[in-house]
C-alpha cells in the first residue's frame, strides 16, 4: 500500500454539501444561474461590511509591506489576541487571557487543532445531532471515536436522558454547535446548565477531565435570543470562533481558539494547542486577515436580509403544508420530509432545480437543510417550485 488509503477515500467522495454545491455549478453552466435554486452551502450572500474592506484597504496603503505580509508569531499576532480579549470581557463580562487565544484559518482549523489537542487514542467525542457532517473526519483523524447523542425532535434542545447514557468513562469532549449548524436552533440558559451540571457530575464520577468545545461561527447571528456564552458556566471550555459567518469571510479563513483561564490547567491546555497547531501545520494564521479582524473585533452583521429571508421562507413553506424547525440563529432552515428518504426527497426536488441537503449526513434521518443565505429575490422565484414539489405528497 503506498498511500494513506482512508485519505484517498475522502478525496475521491467529498461531503454531500460539496457535492450538490458542485452539481449546482454544473447546472448553472447548463441552464442559465437564474434558473437554479441553489440552496446548498452557508456562502453568506450579506456583502462583507465596508469597514472590513476599508481596513483592508488601508492597512495595504499604510502599513510597512514586510510586516504586513510577514510571518507573525505561531499562535498569531499578540496585538491581535489583545484585542480579541478585550473584546471577549467587554461584551461577556468574562475574563480573558490573550497567552490563551490562538489564531487559526477559520472554524475548521480550530476544531482539529482543539481536538488534536485534547484527544489521545481510545477517546470519545461526543457530537449532539444534527451535526455539521466534518466533525466525524475531524474526530476521527484526531484518533477519536465519535459517538451521536441525537437532540430532542421538535425544538433540537438536548435530550439529556441520551446524553448521560452515552457520557462513559471514555468521553473526553462534547462538540456543542449554538447557533447550530443545520437546525438553527439555539441552546437556551437552562440548557447550558443543566449541561454544565451533569459534565461536571460525570467529571466527578470518573475523575477526569471532560471538555466542551464550543463550535461558534454563527454565535453573532441570531434573531430574537441570546447566546450563552459557556466559558461563564463551564470550566472546562475551548471556544472555537471563525469571522466567517459575522463579517462574511468564508473565503478567508480567519478565525480563533480561546482557552478558558478556569480550565483545569489552562496553561497546559494552550501548550497542546500550539503544539497541536505546529504537528497540524497551523501556524501563523493569514497576517493580512488578522490584522484586520483586530481592528473589527467589535463590528456586527447586519442580519436584515437573513431575518427576511428566513420569515419569507419559513412562513411560506409551513403555510404550502412543510413541518419547519423555527429557527432561532445562524441562516439554515430544517424542514422535515414528507417522505421517510431524505435522499429521495432531494432527488425529486432536482425536477424543479430544488438543490437540498439531506439531513442523513447532520445524522437525523427524514430532514433537509435549506440554507437562506442567498438574495431574496431566489426564494421568491423558488416558492412556486417548493410548493408543486409538496403537491406531488398530496
Not at 20 to 40: L, P, Q, T
Not at 133 to 152: H, S, T
Not at 200 to 206: A, D, F, G, V, W
Not at 268 to 275: D, M, Q, R
Request: charged share 25%.
Amino acid at each position: 500500500m503506498m498511500i494513506n488509503e482512508k485519505m484517498a477515500a475522502l478525496g475521491k467522495k467529498r461531503s454531500v454539501i460539496r457535492e450538490i454545491f458542485e452539481y449546482a455549478k454544473i447546472r448553472r453552466a447548463e441552464i442559465g444561474a437564474e434558473n437554479v435554486f441553489d440552496f446548498s452551502i452557508g456562502n453568506p450572500s450579506v456583502p462583507t461590511p465596508k469597514r472590513v474592506t476599508e481596513t483592508m484597504e488601508r492597512l495595504i496603503r499604510e502599513k510597512d509591506p514586510v510586516a504586513l505580509h510577514g510571518y507573525t508569531s505561531a499562535q498569531g499576532d499578540l496585538g491581535v489576541r489583545q484585542a480579541i480579549a478585550e473584546h471577549i470581557e467587554g461584551k461577556f463580562d468574562f475574563k480573558a487571557d490573550p497567552n490563551l487565544i490562538y489564531m487559526t484559518c477559520g472554524a475548521a482549523a480550530s476544531l482539529t487543532v482543539s481536538l488534536n489537542a485534547i484527544v489521545n487514542a481510545g477517546d470519545e467525542v461526543i457530537v449532539l445531532a444534527p451535526f455539521f457532517p466534518e466533525y466525524r473526519v475531524f474526530v476521527e483523524k484526531a484518533g477519536a471515536r465519535l459517538i451521536e447523542v441525537l437532540c430532542r425532535e421538535g425544538d433540537f434542545q438536548i435530550d439529556f436522558a441520551a446524553l448521560e447514557k452515552a457520557i462513559t468513562d471514555k468521553t473526553k469532549a462534547i462538540i456543542v454547535n449554538s447557533p447550530n449548524n443545520p437546525t438553527g436552533a439555539v441552546f437556551s440558559e437552562e440548557t447550558i446548565i443543566k449541561l454544565a451540571s451533569l459534565l461536571n457530575k460525570k467529571q466527578t464520577e470518573y475523575g477526569r477531565d471532560i471538555y466542551i468545545i464550543s463550535d461558534e461561527p454563527y454565535r453573532e447571528l441570531v434573531y430574537e435570543v441570546s447566546v450563552p456564552y459557556i466559558p461563564k458556566y463551564y470550566n472546562n471550555t475551548l471556544v472555537c470562533y471563525s469571522y466567517s459567518k459575522s463579517l462574511s469571510l468564508p473565503g478567508e479563513r480567519i478565525g480563533y481558539i480561546f482557552v478558558s483561564p478556569n480550565a483545569g490547567n489552562s496553561g497546559e491546555v494552550y501548550a497542546a494547542v500550539c503544539g497541536a497547531g505546529r504537528s497540524l501545520g497551523f501556524v501563523c494564521a493569514p497576517s493580512l486577515l488578522q490584522y484586520t479582524v483586530g481592528e473589527c473585533v467589535d463590528l456586527l452583521p447586519d442580519l436584515t436580509v437573513y431575518r427576511k429571508n428566513r420569515d419569507l421562507l419559513s412562513h411560506s413553506l409551513t403555510d404550502y403544508g412543510y413541518t419547519v424547525v423555527p429557527p432561532d440563529g445562524a441562516f439554515y432552515l430544517f424542514v422535515k420530509t414528507p417522505e421517510e428518504d431524505a435522499y429521495a426527497f432531494c432527488e425529486r426536488a432536482k425536477k424543479y432545480e430544488l438543490l437540498l441537503v439531506p439531513g442523513d449526513d447532520f445524522g437525523c434521518k427524514g430532514y433537509v437543510r435549506i440554507c437562506y443565505c442567498v438574495e431574496t429575490k431566489q426564494i421568491e422565484r423558488a416558492l412556486p417550485k417548493f410548493k408543486a414539489l409538496i403537491e406531488e405528497y398530496k
